[in-house]
């Protein structure tokens, strides 16, 4: 028999997936202990490939479905489903050891499945629950890792993962328009507005639209300061970590409010880390007093 992949070759190759991708939000990075970096890696890696199943490539519908119920099966440990993967050979190690609960993966999952068929959202509330699968589950995974998974904890956490969440969708309207026919501005919204959905696919940046993008930024950064107590309350590297995530995305955010048109996509230049850091550093009592 040939021997599968031992565990560090597994964890390499989630590093490098890491490495491989670009991102405004630090990611397994040098602020969380050692031991925890290869966990977070496999978590990723195992989202950036099903997020690839859903959006990447010229697949049909059908096969991007497919691809995605091979993950959940997986997940499950059908050893059948996907043989001798690194990514969840890595993945169950972390599991395992910190015993993860596995339905948060399946809840990634079910965001993906929702990619592929679902373009178009009604109202917030939708938006919302669509947040509550492709969001939320990082933060609660992350959580539970660190043995702080409590119930303050996950609320606080949900807040700040929806509002990373909508900052990433509305910084990305663009591109979700034109790659993918999908629009995450909800209905209820833009009609209210007077705006037809043929005015968004042309990509027509009106007052009107300013608008209603500048209420979805409202939005999210109320849910931001919602959970920003997070990063008061965990210790360490973990609180800073959180800070400089959270940091990040108002940066993010800020960008979108300033950008000259609705359709731009905000990049935030290096510069602009030094002073994220620093406000990540201030004392934590600034974040308790933000809930």
Known sequence: ?????????????????????????????????????????????????????????????????????????????????????????????SIARFQLPVQLLHDLLTAFRMDVTKHRYADHDELLHYCRHSANPVGRLLLHLFGQATPVNLEHSDAICTALQLINLWQDLDQDIVERDRLYLPHADWTAAGITEAQLLARDDSLALQGVIANQLDRAEQSMNQGMPLGGNLPGRLGLEIRLTVEGGLAVLRACRTRENSFARPRLPRLVWPGLLWRALLPTRRWRKMA
């Open 1 to 93: 028999m040939i021997p599968g992949p031992d565990i560090e070759t597994a964890n390499s190759h989630c590093f490098a997936v890491v490495r491989g991708h670009y991102e405004n939000f630090p990611v397994a990075s040098w602020l969380l202990p050692a031991p925890l970096r290869a966990p977070v890696a496999a978590i990723y890696a195992f989202a950036r490939r099903a997020d690839d199943h859903a959006d990447e490539g010229d697949l049909d519908p059908a096969e991007r479905l497919r691809l995605l119920d091979l993950e959940g099966r997986a997940l499950d440990g059908d050893s059948t489903a996907l043989p001798n993967d690194l990514v969840h050979l890595a993945l169950a190690d």
